[in-house]
Nanobody
Framework: QVRLVESEGGWLQPGGSLRLSCVAS????????MGWSRRDPGKQRELVAG???????DYADSVKGRFTISRDNAQNTMYLQMNSLKPEDTAVYYC???????????WGEGTQVTVSS
């Protein structure tokens, strides 16, 4: 099981930016899939961004053009750069890693991001 620790979120005004990080306990260089998900109370969990072992990225339509996912294999760290934040981005953000094909997804504890004026 890979342990994941997200950086602290925060409260931001609309239009602001924040970079989340996710540090993994094990090497992520060969992870099959990694990414970020979010959940706001009363809503379904949404997969926000994903990055494959070949660094192919994918984004939810709601964040395309505003969020960027990246990884630093040497630091066992994944990032989510969030720009032009909107109130509807308010949620608890979770990072996940799937170590290999067919393996269960390991999740971080989550970090709260609140966007409000």
């Amino acid at each position: 099981q890979v342990r994941l620790v997200e950086s602290e979120g925060g409260w931001l005004q609309p239009g602001g930016s924040l970079r989340l990080s996710c540090v993994a306990s094990d090497g992520i260089a060969t992870a099959n899939a990694m990414g970020w998900s979010r959940r706001d109370p009363g809503k379904q969990r949404e997969l926000v961004a994903g990055i494959s072992s070949g660094s192919i990225t994918d984004y939810a339509d709601s964040v395309k053009g505003r969020f960027t996912i990246s990884r630093d294999n040497a630091q066992n760290t994944m990032y989510l750069q969030m720009n032009s934040l909107k109130p509807e981005d308010t949620a608890v953000y979770y990072c996940y890693v799937q170590a290999s094909v067919g393996a269960p997804w390991d999740w971080g504890e989550g970090t709260q991001v609140t966007v409000s004026s």
